[in-house]
């Protein structure tokens, strides 16, 4: 009998990362915190002691598989229940069979996709049984389950946190898939590591876009003898994005962010937006970037103009709202406004210094004047002895000395002239003036 053709098989079985969901931990990649040997929830599946609990992670990162390594593992009858499909009717259905299970003595895991798309009244219907032990009850959400699934349910499930995959993960998922017959095992597919990379960083953490992408990779690369081989030119067409020369843990990673930082710092607008779109566009997270731009906005610009930061913070919040590509102009709004602003690192010098003091001297006391006092025992022992409450004065002020004795005198905060920090170097001298003044006159107090 003629074999086949692979192309003809691929059209007739499940698509690729349905084929590949893992049968048991040795298949399944990544949250190692979780399943890893001796880990609490792999222990939990392995010693079939499941108790109500809830997978909470992106998509793509393995809470549904999870799921079917305990339906394979679990002594119990294991009910799949999608929140997309099902109803109050369906709902009340399955805990009718799951009582008739109880009562002959076998415990039901009822799995509920996609949990968050339930309503409260349809959440509330698992209450009740859940607490009387009907079911056992595993959700997977990828929302967090503190606003989504009701305080009464959420209290009684364990919530178990699932990461995206890192890339090192998302290229053993590609080669699993390369190798197992399940996928392309019986097939001669000829790739690049580097390929590989790509789609590992295409995939932005998620498996089932990795697996997905492979298998259209695989099918437009056959010739018509069934040859297969993944070009990186093929690669970038189904990405529709470039390979630019950029390695998110190698040095041009490192070189990129910093070409970025100092752009920014010599206020060079249009430098600074290629360097982020080089980034961008090569893959790069753009939560790292927004988180660097944070930093950023502290150390390069601090006091001289505090907008910043408010603005770097918007920035990353609309970048964990949109995601890519939507939020290439926030954070091009971010470093442009950064680029612009007037520059200090005044900040970054003042904790620089304190902290070679902090290092030198951590045993300083505390002075007693500043010492909190709860207890009558702490009040005999001086502590709060001496305490100037600023309110209580007209200027707001008081001469109180709140340095350890031996840094007295010692000053780090130095503001330059550049932006808001003109008007706060001004303030800073108006209040050592007055301090100094009234430290003469009154002693200190």
């Not at 998302?170 to 597919?189: C, F, K, M, P, T």
Request: include cysteine.
């Amino acid at each position: 009998m003629e074999q086949e053709s692979l192309f003809a098989q691929a059209r007739s079985l499940d698509p690729l990362a349905s084929r590949m969901h893992p049968r048991d931990f040795d298949e399944y990649i990544g949250q190692r915190h979780l399943v890893g040997e001796g880990k609490i929830l792999r222990l939990m599946i392995e010693r079939d002691q499941i108790s109500s609990m809830i997978f909470w992670g992106p998509p793509g990162v393995g809470k549904t598989t999870l799921a079917n390594i305990i339906a394979v593992k679990s002594q119990s009858s294991f009910i799949d229940f999608s929140a997309v499909t099902s109803g109050i009717k369906e709902i009340k259905e399955v805990m009718k069979r799951a009582e008739a299970a109880k009562a002959m003595g076998v415990r039901t895991i009822l799995f509920v996709d996609e949990i968050h798309r339930f309503n409260k009244a349809q959440q509330d219907a698992f209450l009740p049984y859940v607490e009387r032990g009907v079911i056992t009850l595993i959700g997977a959400t990828t929302e967090n389950p503190s606003f989504e699934v009701n305080s009464a349910l959420l209290s009684r499930c364990k919530v178990f946190v699932l990461h995206a995959l890192d890339e090192k993960d998302i290229v053993e998922l590609l080669h699993q898939a390369l190798g197992d017959e399940r996928g392309y095992g019986n097939a001669s597919v000829c790739v690049e590591e580097d390929v590989l990379e790509m789609l590992a960083r295409f995939s932005n953490g998620d498996a089932r876009i990795a697996l997905n992408t492979l298998e259209i990779l695989v099918l437009n690369s056959m010739d018509e003898n069934e040859d297969i081989t993944i070009s990186k030119e093929m690669a970038e067409q189904c990405m529709n994005r470039k390979s630019l020369l950029y390695d998110k843990k190698g040095e041009e990673h490192y070189n990129l962010i910093s070409a970025l930082h100092k752009s920014m710092r010599n206020s060079d607008v249009d430098a600074s937006v290629y360097w982020l779109a080089r980034m961008l566009e090569a893959g790069e997270d753009p939560l790292y970037i927004a988180r660097r731009l944070i930093r950023f906005a502290s150390e390069d610009i601090g006091m001289a103009d505090s907008r910043a930061l408010e603005i770097c913070i918007a920035a990353y919040q609309a970048c964990h709202f949109n995601g890519m590509p939507e939020c290439n102009v926030n954070l091009t709004h971010a470093v442009t406004y950064l680029s612009l602003a007037p520059k200090s690192n005044a900040l970054y010098m003042a904790y620089e210094q304190a902290k070679q003091d902090a290092l030198k001297m951590l045993s300083e006391p505390v002075p007693l004047q500043i010492r909190n006092a709860p207890t009558n025992l702490m009040k005999d022992l001086h502590y709060g002895e001496g305490y100037a409450y600023a309110h209580d004065h007209e200027e707001k002020l008081t001469a109180m000395e709140c340095l350890p004795q031996r840094l007295q005198g010692r000053t780090y905060y130095h503001p330059t002239t550049q932006g808001s920090e003109e008007k706060v170097t001004r303030r800073l001298q108006q209040i050592k003036r007055w301090k100094e003044e009234h430290r003469k006159t009154d002693g200190g107090k």
